[in-house]
């Protein structure tokens, strides 16, 4: 698992980071811009890295639009929670448990 976390973790091209306003500041001076990546770009990342060793499940949450995601990448599994309405849920959840395993976490250092 160990060589397959160093090719996972491996940036992205610039070209295929997208950008969103996160947050405004109430002075109106300026706010902060996020990159993030298309979950599609996630899931191809582990199926060139890993081919089919990789099973992603879902589980709603009581109390809201919260769904968790469990994502087993050659035998481990991490979990996380993903907020948001239709697709966009299952997309934030399986991302933000994918960056477990180091699929876009270069995008935090942006």
């Known amino acids: ?20 306003i996160q947050q405004t500041f109430k002075t109106g001076n300026g706010g902060i811009v996020i990159g993030y990546i298309d979950s599609r770009l996630a899931s191809e990342r582990l199926n060139h890295v890993v081919g089919s060793d ?3 499940t879902y589980q ?4 809201g ?30 991302k933000r448990a994918a960056v477990k395993f180091g699929v ?3 995008l935090y250092s942006i």
């Open 1 to 20: 698992m160990s060589d397959h976390l160093m090719q996972l973790r491996r940036p992205f091209n610039p070209d295929a980071v997208q950008w969103k």
């Open 65 to 94: 639009h919260l769904l968790l995601c469990k994502l087993t990448v050659a035998g481990q599994t991490h979990t996380d929670i993903g907020e948001g309405e239709g697709k966009a849920l299952f997309s934030d959840a399986f």
């Open 54 to 56: 990789w099973e992603d």
């Open 60 to 63: 709603r949450v009581e109390g």
């Open 104 to 106: 876009g976490v270069s």
